[in-house]
């Protein structure tokens, strides 16, 4: 059993979520290139330009169309500037579930963007789409990945041992590898009541988006 989410774009009080387009590829391919992007994620690095047009153009397209979740370019409702994505993926239409994961320009961090996204996505899921459960999994270290996870309202169900690669900067400047535990949380839809209330607003969904 299989579906596909709707080409939707979401907006909230400052910020707007939609689908990534081909102006976004040099704002995304600085942003990937962060140093705390780099240390807490797969992406290659340095990440290229050609890397973002990639994801852009096929590989973000193609999680919706394939089934697999959707992603969210998430910018300044204000600015159209590029603040972050948030990326539902491992959907499970069977078990209504998708995994959340997300990333703040480092421009735009401080600002509580990460939480107001993530929620805004999470309300769409479980209200919109009627989905049951929403995972996220934090490297261990990753505290402030972890402080959104909270924010929103997730719960904290267990660590998944060795489970990650996350990646460290030597003094030389050379990145290595260091494997890490993740924290799994978990977000059920009884868990974001009076959540929105202490968090920016909730979130307007605009269907098809071009």
């Given at each position: ?20 387009e081909e102006p976004d590829v040099e704002a995304f391919a600085e942003m990937m ?141 050379e990145w290595t590898d260091v494997r890490t535990d993740l924290i799994v949380w ?11 209330d202490q968090l920016t607003g909730g979130f307007t969904s605009f269907d098809d988006?071009?």
């Amino acid at each position: 059993m299989t579906g596909t989410f709707p080409d939707v774009s979401l907006s909230t009080e400052r910020l707007v979520l939609r689908p990534f387009e081909e102006p976004d590829v040099e704002a995304f391919a600085e942003m990937m290139n962060d140093e705390l992007v780099t240390a807490w994620t797969s992406v290659p690095q340095p990440y290229t330009e050609a890397d973002a047009r990639h994801w852009i153009t096929d590989l973000a397209p193609a999680e919706r169309t394939e089934g697999r979740g959707i992603v969210f370019a998430v910018t300044e409702f204000l600015t159209q500037r590029l603040v972050g994505v948030v990326h539902l993926k491992n959907t499970d239409w069977r078990v209504r579930s998708s995994e959340m994961a997300y990333v703040i320009a480092p421009w735009a961090r401080g600002e509580g963007y990460a939480s107001e996204a993530a929620l805004a996505a999470a309300q769409w899921l479980f209200h919109d789409q009627k989905f049951e459960r929403l995972e996220l999994r934090t490297a261990a270290d990753n505290t402030a990945s972890q402080q959104v996870a909270q924010k929103i309202g997730c719960i904290s169900e267990g660590v998944l041992r060795g489970a990650w690669i996350a990646r460290s900067r030597a003094d030389n400047g050379e990145w290595t590898d260091v494997r890490t535990d993740l924290i799994v949380w978990s977000l059920l839809p009884e868990d974001l009541e009076g959540v929105g209330d202490q968090l920016t607003g909730g979130f307007t969904s605009f269907d098809d988006w071009n």
